[in-house]
């Protein structure tokens, strides 16, 4: 999984601070899912940033097929729903 969460906020003029501060989540995890699109991200979190950017959490999330990952990706457990970078 992707995160759009960058993309659908330039779509809707919001930067950074504004969708923390909206949002109740950290700058420092909104910045790193911001840089990161990979980012593992929690559903209540992507829940949080869908409502306030007034989108369904789904418009939020790309599938990317396995072929098309990016080779320092590896899969989480299976309680998260998205991607770490391997570091």
């Given at each position: 999984m992707r995160l759009?969460?960058?993309?659908?906020a330039?779509?809707?003029?919001?930067?950074?601070a504004k969708l923390s501060r909206l949002s109740d989540i950290?700058?420092?995890?909104?910045?790193k899912i911001w840089r990161n699109p990979y980012h593992d991200a929690s559903l209540s979190t992507i829940n949080?940033?869908?409502r306030v950017l007034e989108v369904p959490a789904?418009?939020?999330?790309?599938?990317?097929?396995?072929?098309?990952?990016?080779?320092?990706?590896?899969?989480?457990?299976?309680?998260?729903?998205?991607?770490?970078?391997?570091?």
């Open positions: 759009r969460v960058k993309e659908v330039q779509e809707k003029a919001m930067g950074l950290s700058y420092k995890t909104i910045q949080r940033i869908a789904t418009a939020l999330l790309e599938d990317i097929p396995k072929t098309r990952y990016p080779k320092n990706i590896v899969t989480t457990s299976s309680r998260s729903i998205n991607l770490r970078i391997r570091t």
